[in-house]
């Protein structure tokens, strides 16, 4: 008798452990609990998140995440989730974040060993390359030609401080200017107050595309860094960037990523119908075969 009793208890112990291992935490008890997922966006990370005619943001990053939201919905049984969306900017999006205003951050950007000491992020699913732009009247062929002149980047990036320490930018000066986004950035360029424009490749590719006179610009030829994008999460939130992860590698195996990817970076995009004309490059085709979340140091 003593023997059956506990055997019961014990099974009943063994058969309790699945439910206590799946009792939510981090962000999905958030969610849970509140009733909402508050999605962090960009209003000109071109093709990545953006705003389009109807002001709306969309996007690859954001249509990814669509695709984690719809996951997080079946997870919680949750068909009816409300979806907030909140603006931020490359100097508040990580605030935002920890301070939980956000939930997640779609947008671009970048994975970096020395952002995950304070955020974690899914697997990547884009890698870009930093590079300047300027304008071909400009007689501007390398970096070495940026000595002594005013160059754009955008507030809250680090791109101007991989000029200085790529090889051939360690002797030369730059009077440096801040844009509030992306967009302003390239004003900058565009209206000749700066002679070139600092950013990951594919951002700055989206802004030319939209350009009054696209052939005016060109890329320089140094790489100063490459770098992979990740939806940014809370730092050990391990529940919820296993979703994610999941969500986004199952997209990758699958091969439906190839569709999803000529959509946003091989066809005509919103508001103003321009192809960006940018293909897979060999790092992010590798990154689909073999996804992962590591950091650029």
């Not at 390359?129 to 300027?134: E, I, K, R």
């Not at 030609?145 to 990036?157: A, M, Y």
């Not at 844009?179 to 802004?207: N, P, Q, T, W, Y």
Request: with cysteine; hydrophobic share 40%.
């Amino acid at each position: 008798m003593l023997i059956r009793s506990f055997i019961a208890l014990t099974l009943g112990c063994t058969l309790a452990l699945p439910a206590a291992a799946q009792e939510l935490t981090g962000t999905m008890k958030k969610i849970k609990d509140t009733g909402t997922l508050t999605v962090g966006y960009r209003e000109s990370s071109i093709p990545f998140s953006y705003l389009d005619d109807k002001q709306q943001p969309v996007g690859y990053a954001m249509e990814l995440c669509g695709r984690v939201i719809d996951a997080v919905k079946a997870e919680l049984k949750m068909p009816a989730l409300k979806i907030a969306l909140q603006p931020v900017t490359s100097s508040n999006r990580i605030p935002l974040l920890q301070n939980g205003t956000i939930d997640m951050e779609c947008g671009s950007t970048t994975n970096s060993v020395e952002r995950q000491k304070t955020v974690s992020f899914s697997v990547s699913y884009f890698v870009t390359n930093v590079t300047a732009a300027v304008k071909k009247s400009s007689g501007i062929k390398s970096i070495a030609d940026l000595n002594g002149k005013p160059v754009s980047t955008t507030s809250g990036s680090t791109s101007v401080q991989l000029i200085k320490a790529h090889e051939k930018g360690k002797s030369i000066d730059l009077k440096e200017i801040y844009g509030k986004d992306h967009a302003e950035s390239f004003l900058l360029l565009s209206d000749d107050r700066v002679s070139a424009f600092v950013m990951d490749d594919i951002l700055i590719a989206g802004f030319i595309a939209n350009a009054k006179n696209p052939a005016d610009y060109v890329f320089l030829p140094e790489v100063l860094r490459t770098e992979p994008y990740g939806i940014m999460l809370r730092k050990d939130d391990t529940q919820f960037k296993a979703l994610a992860d999941k969500t986004l590698t199952a997209i990758y195996k699958s091969g439906e990523i190839n569709k999803i990817y000529s959509k946003w970076f091989q066809s005509p995009i919103p508001p103003k119908n321009a192809n960006l004309n940018f293909p897979v490059s060999k790092e992010l085709a590798e990154l689909f075969k073999n996804p992962n979340d590591a950091g650029v140091k």
